[in-house]
């Protein structure tokens, strides 16, 4: 199939997602920031589906936007918020936050006008209809082994997570 | 079509955008916050350079590194419910001892 207008729909997606990502950094309430982040992470799933990937869009939404997020919002609704927003939201690092953004950044511009020659102008297109299932045949076949330890780590937060918010075991 | 370097800039700005937040805030939920957007950002550096020399296994590294901040959260979020209870702050100034 033809993509439509993937110009457009790039721009589209990008504002969304940085304006999702300051948002995130500047608004003092909490629940605002975690709004602004599952605008930013259902942005970035689009951006996933105009790169071919439509398996990690969708993990994207169920597991980022569905899962963490809803975590974080329980979490901030566990807590009292009305005692902490009277407290101070930023601490006196901007100069410190400005000095690393600007570092990062000069970083990332210097390799990315140097290495110019290595990132060819256009992205050719691989089947998508076959995605998903040759990820899981990767998966299940390759990477066997990182798969289980994946699942192990997962258990592992699990038992921690229970242990540590419990009051008393 | 949009070329590669249009979706590294944006992930660099994320990340950037990301290491700011962890820098100035002083709440610890949005901190972790912070860190869920560097994450995302270099998660789509991954998927753009897959998309670029068609191959998989730069999605499936995103799919472990979902796994990776999936649990780094559950943990976090844990310690975090911890922290309020004992301490009743979530400002990280006012976190500055192991014990109580």
């Known amino acids: 199939m033809q993509p439509v207008a993937t110009t457009f729909f790039f721009y589209f997606l ?9 948002l995130v950094i500047t608004r003092k309430n909490p629940v605002h920031s975690a709004l602004a982040l599952i605008i930013a992470l259902l942005a970035q799933a689009g951006l996933y589906l105009m790169l071919y990937a439509p398996f990690v869009a969708g993990v994207q939404i169920i597991l980022y936007a569905g899962g963490i997020m809803v975590l974080f919002l329980f979490v901030i609704m566990l807590v009292n918020l009305e005692r902490s927003q009277r407290e101070e939201q930023f601490n006196k690092q901007w100069l410190l936050g400005i000095i690393a953004a600007t570092a990062l950044g000069a970083l990332f511009i210097t390799i990315f006008v140097r290495g110019r020659a290595i990132f060819p102008v256009h ?4 089947a998508e209809e076959s995605n998903t299932q040759e990820i899981g045949l990767m ?21 921690g997570a229970v242990v540590m918010a419990k009051k008393r075991i | 079509m949009v ?3 249009n979706y590294l800039a ?6 950037g955008c990301g290491v700011i937040g962890f820098l100035i805030k002083r709440n610890i939920i949005t901190i972790f916050m912070s860190i869920e957007l560097m994450l995302n950002g ?3 550096s991954f998927v753009a350079f897959a998309a670029q020399w068609h191959a998989l ?3 499936i590294f995103v799919f472990f590194v979902m796994v990776v901040a999936a649990a780094e959260a559950t943990v976090g979020l844990a ?15 006012r976190v500055n001892l192991l014990k109580l």
């Open chain 1, 123 to 126: 992205i050719a297109a691989v």
């Open chain 2, 10 to 15: 944006l992930s660099g700005i994320l990340f």
């Open chain 2, 57 to 59: 296994r730069g999605q």
């Open chain 1, 14 to 22: 990008a504002a969304l997602t940085l304006a999702g990502g300051v």
């Open chain 1, 139 to 159: 998966l299940y076949g390759n990477y066997m082994f990182t798969f289980e330890i994946a699942s192990l780590l997962l258990l592992v937060a699990i038992i």
């Open chain 2, 79 to 93: 310690i975090i419910i911890a922290v309020y209870r004992t301490r009743e702050t979530l400002n990280v100034d």
């Open chain 2, 42 to 44: 270099v998660n789509l």
């Open chain 2, 3 to 5: 070329p590669l370097s």
